[in-house]
């Protein structure tokens, strides 16, 4: 079955840096564009990174809202992707959730805080 | 970016009722492939999205057939011939023909 499992949330201050995790399994990870999308409390759901396979030279998306400042990365070796998330502001809290495309499988979401 | 127009924001219905839910693009959402990217997801109270349904009317395997997909272009409908208790959450569409991807506002399902 496929599986995504993201770690590394927590309580950041603003401007601080922090980096979470997606561990992918089940289905071929090398074969599959890896996305990041959030929801702040009470809010909808907002796209924020995608990145694309090999043979697409891993090519890299951001929403405008955080080009910049977020970086999304990708280890077919461990079946991970990440994100990186600097110069973190006080409207970047949200849930965020690791979906492969075309958004048919979700992980379970961990939480992010940025608040002084 | 495509703007995603969901109405109604909020359904409140007994258990056995149907419902429908609208969606609607900025933009048409055909593509060159000649296919329409316009999906369907729900979020139950505490959970993390799901699927349900894909290119406008295709279920995944899990969903019940009570849940339906129709539309073409610009306006699309997800209907539920008969809502359980299961069904309650939040529905949203979302489009993947134009990048960005982007969502609808969400349509809250709630027991009456």
Redesign the interface.
Known sequence: AVQLVESGGGLVQPKESLKISCAASGFTFSNAAMYWVRQAPGK????VA?IRTKPNNYAT?Y?DSVKGRFTISRDDSKSMVYLQMDNLKTEDTAMY?C?RS????????VMVTVSS | DVVMTQTPVSLSLAIGQPASISCKSSQSLLGTSGKT?L?W?LQRPGQ????LI?QVSKL?SEVPDRFSGSGSETEFTLKISRVEAEDLGVY?C?Q?TH????????TKLELK
Not at chain 2, 48 to 51: D, V
Not at chain 2, 99 to 105: E, V
């Open positions: 909808g759901l907002e796209w995608r998306y929403a959730y979906t075309p958004f048919d499988y979700w992980g379970q979401g | 990217f999906n997801i993390s999205p799901k699927r894909y995944y949203y979302w993947g990048f960005p991807y982007t969502f609808g506002a969400g």
